[in-house]
């Protein structure tokens, strides 16, 4: 592992059905974060943690939960999909306040049919 | 509210310079970055500003002015590998990164 590992790559999911997506980063960054990309609009973010054992809401939070149990892995949940939760889905960490940049993960695309 | 500006597509030639421009208005401003994505992959960090002036990097360049809440990424000799989507995003007072839309960058021969 090199930086940010998301899985899966891509997802077909079925409404109402529980979806968790994985992140893990080897660099020991203690910031993390989970945004939501689509067409036209910036990247969103869904939910944060500074550091392992605490996280936060961010703008977009409503049908999404996270945990961070340890430095490296940030799972998101999707509690009960639907349609609207189609979009890019990216992993994102950063050192400290960012000011180094954010680094990302190559992202998941998911549909919710 | 918060709100980041920035020129929905812009075309280019090869060989040539190209200045997109961010305007934003956020709570607060702890710095902006520029990312380049390509599409269908990751947002790669470009280039960050927190004090006023021009930050050089090969052949891009970024320049921020606090006071007028503005920023332009200058990207020099284009070429076509340069063809992606250009984010300007701002990091607010509680160091949350406020985004743009992008600017979809379409380098010509």
């Known amino acids: 592992i090199a930086g940010i590992t998301q899985a899966p790559t891509s997802q077909i999911l079925a409404a109402g059905r529980r979806m968790t997506l994985r992140c893990t980063q080897d660099?020991?960054?203690?910031?993390m974060y989970w945004y939501r990309q689509d067409l036209g609009l910036g990247l969103r973010l869904i939910h944060y943690?500074?550091?392992?054992?605490?996280?936060g809401k961010g703008e977009v939070p409503d049908g999404y939960s996270v945990s961070r149990a340890n430095t490296d892995d940030f799972p998101l949940t999707l509690a009960s999909a639907v349609p609207s939760q189609t979009s890019v889905y990216f992993c994102?960490?950063?050192?400290?306040?960012?000011?180094?940049?954010?680094?990302f993960g190559s992202g998941t695309r998911l549909t919710v049919v | 509210g918060q709100n980041i500006d920035q020129p929905t597509e812009m075309t280019a030639t090869e060989g040539a310079i190209v200045q997109i421009n961010c305007t934003y208005q956020?709570?607060?401003?702890?710095?902006l970055f520029w990312y380049q994505q390509h599409a269908g992959e990751a947002p790669t960090f470009l280039s960050y500003?927190?004090l006023d002036g021009l930050e050089e990097k090969g052949r891009f360049s970024s320049f921020l002015s606090r006071s007028k809440g503005y920023s332009y990424l200058l990207l020099k000799e284009l070429q076509m590998k340069d063809s992606a989507s250009y984010l300007c995003?701002?990091?607010?007072?509680?160091?949350?990164?406020?985004w743009g839309a992008g600017t979809k960058l379409i380098i010509k021969p």
């Open positions: 994102a960490s950063s050192e400290g306040s960012g000011g180094n940049g954010y680094t």
């Open positions: 660099m020991r960054h203690n910031a």
């Open positions: 943690s500074n550091t392992a054992g605490t996280t």
């Open positions: 956020t709570s607060g401003f702890n710095g």
């Open positions: 500003n927190v």
């Open positions: 995003a701002v990091q607010d007072s509680n160091y949350q990164l406020i």
